[in-house]
């Protein structure tokens, strides 16, 4: 079975707003098949979060997972969560370096808050209703944007920082000393 395309930026599903899924429709093996591709081509890519327009759904659905081997205990293990509401918690906006698979191979600073509070419903329709930190926090509103139409440039306040991926692991990485950024999402 062939993996599910990302679309690239300049693919209007990227700038629509997504539309609710139904608990019905999301019971459904149409559904429970999409959300399987997304995980699988999210994997293909070696990226860290896929969100249903990517893949020129517009449905309110994304999907993500940071596994670190070196690190088991901060991995952050898959999820898939629908019809999300993400409400920011008190505290500094971090900034971080941030890539997308609809944004082939550029790498950003950008703001997001350290923590949200996520709520809606998992892949079988059961609420969801956690509190999300640091990376996952920033996975989150990464995912959270692109079911708006909006995309990480969007969020960036200086484009200063925008590099392509060789030269911002040749110049850039070091200086933060963060690795988030080798998996887009
Ligand atoms: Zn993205």
Not at 8 to 33: V, Y
Not at 60 to 66: K, P, S, T
Not at 73 to 86: D, F, K, Q, T
Request: aromatic share 6%.
């Amino acid at each position: 079975m062939a993996t599910l395309p990302i679309v690239r930026l300049g693919h209007p599903a990227l700038r629509t707003p997504a539309e609710p899924l139904p608990a019905s429709r999301l019971a459904t093996p149409e559904m429970q098949r999409l959300i399987d591709d997304m995980i699988e081509a999210m994997r293909d890519a070696e990226g860290v979060g896929l969100a249903a327009p990517q893949v020129g759904a517009g449905l309110q659905l994304f999907v993500y997972e940071a596994l670190d081997e070196e690190n088991p205990a901060g991995s952050i293990p898959l999820r898939a969560v629908v019809n999300p509401m993400v409400e920011p918690l008190p505290g500094e906006m971090v900034y971080d370096w941030e890539g997308c698979l609809s944004i082939p191979d550029l790498r950003g600073l950008v703001p997001r808050h350290p923590q949200v509070r996520v709520r809606g419903l998992d892949r079988h329709g059961k609420r969801l209703d956690y509190v999300a930190a640091g990376f996952e926090a920033r996975i989150v509103q990464h995912e959270f944007d692109h079911l708006n139409g909006v995309v990480f440039l969007d969020r960036m306040r200086d484009l200063h920082s925008l590099a392509f991926y060789d030269e911002w692991e040749e110049y850039l990485r070091e200086s933060d000393g963060s690795s988030s950024a080798d998996r887009p999402e």
